[in-house]
């Protein structure tokens, strides 16, 4: 494991980095003069999965607020599209923003199957697209050298954060693992590479079960967990499935050890147990948590929403929103000038650097965390760059 020296920078210097427009204070190479960006934001806003769109939003609005004043000599005006956490609507939400809305960007989807969905709609419109919070790994698989070189992939996927957390486990001392996660691509996609990794760290996977998105009874699953005598409860879930698993394990009796990705250990997690002690002890693999070097995001989220630390999808769509901008300042604000801006982006920001490989994906920070006394603790943070 690599792990985080001093190269990490507070959102300032980050949103310094995004709003430094070159010497003669333009943006790209051939532009001048005022410029108005359009961006896209597809993601959920209707079903189970709403609060996906309606967490980015307000991440997004927060960094072209602060993009206002860093960046004046570019405006950003964004629109949004519902792609419902899944690969139809992606397809028609990304096809929307650009040929209807006529985008010149498009950030999302949070959710792998919007992802998934959307990306062959790419390449007749030249629309690159920058997911900030999906994690299946045939995304990168597919762009940059794998045949797409409109998509992009700011945050880690499950096969970086996979190799480091099945190894983790292992070093526990844990033999037996047991996987119960969402049915969709997120999950499944996670489950797949477990499946695989496991194995190879020295952990044998004795079950795998799944379960539909926003479920309320988990009791089959878990009854199948403990029937298969797993020493390690691996979760690929959302906050609220991971409060009710817990609930329903305290129900049931169950003291095996939750180690999670996806939202079992974060803000909203906790809260929506009802009862933080269910959570005590709660591991998790992550690729965004509250730090202090992000003081500026966080002072700013709570100033504007009202919320100490804001919910990752947020954080994640305001970072990649920074992202994005600075794409804009290499290369020009027009689909062209941003395709070759994202190739030369390098950024140090408060989730660690962003720099894409030849597979357009980003190499940020990874972060393994424990649920103490109600609260959030980083274990670990691991700089998956080198």
């Not at 494991?1 to 204070?25: E, K, Q």
Request: glycine content about 12%; charged content about 20%.
């Amino acid at each position: 494991m690599r792990h985080r020296g001093t190269r990490t920078t507070s959102l300032a210097a980050a949103l310094v980095l995004t709003a430094g427009v070159g010497a003669c204070g333009e943006v790209g190479a051939a532009d001048d003069g005022d410029k108005t960006v359009k961006v896209g934001l597809s993601a959920a806003f209707s079903g189970k999965s709403a609060y996906y769109g309606q967490d980015a939003k307000k991440g997004v609005e927060l960094a072209i607020e602060n993009l206002s004043k860093t960046m004046p000599e570019v405006s950003f005006e964004l629109v949004t599209a519902d792609d419902e956490c899944s690969p139809q609507g992606g397809a028609s939400a990304f096809r929307k923003l650009a040929d209807v809305d006529g985008v010149d960007a498009i950030l999302g989807s949070p959710c792998s199957s919007g992802t998934l969905g959307g990306m062959p709609t790419l390449a007749r419109s030249k629309t690159p697209a920058l997911t900030f919070a999906s994690t299946n790994a045939k995304i990168s698989e597919q762009s940059g050298v794998g045949g797409n070189p409109y998509m992009w992939r700011m945050n880690i996927d499950d096969s970086i954060m996979g190799r480091y957390w099945t190894k983790y486990i292992a070093d526990a001392g844990k033999k037996r693992a047991a996987i119960v996660a969402a049915n969709n691509d997120f999950g499944r996609g996670a489950a797949d590479l477990y499946t695989k990794l496991l194995p190879e760290a020295g952990v044998e996977l004795v079950a795998t079960e799944y379960y539909d998105l926003g479920g309320s009874d988990f009791r089959a699953q878990l009854t199948k967990v403990r029937a298969a005598q797993a020493d390690a409860f691996i979760t690929f879930a959302e906050a609220q499935d991971c409060a009710q698993m817990l609930r329903q394990m305290k129900e049931m009796g169950m003291t095996v050890a939750m180690y999670g990705r996806g939202g079992c250990a974060t803000a909203e997690g906790i809260r929506l147990t009802g009862d933080p002690a269910l959570a005590e002890g709660v591991q998790e693999a992550s690729y965004w948590t509250a730090t202090e070097s992000q003081r500026e995001l966080l002072d700013a989220y709570q100033a504007k929403h009202g919320e100490p630390v804001p919910p990752y999808n947020a954080a994640l769509a305001y970072y990649g929103m920074i992202t994005l901008a600075e794409a804009v300042k290499q290369g020009g604000p027009d689909k062209a000038g941003i395709l070759d801006g994202l190739k030369k982006v390098d950024l140090d920001t408060g989730i660690g650097p962003i720099t894409f490989d030849q597979n357009n994906q980003a190499h940020p920070n990874m972060f393994i965390l424990k649920i103490e006394n109600g609260k959030i603790n980083v274990l670990d943070t691991i700089d998956t760059s080198k």
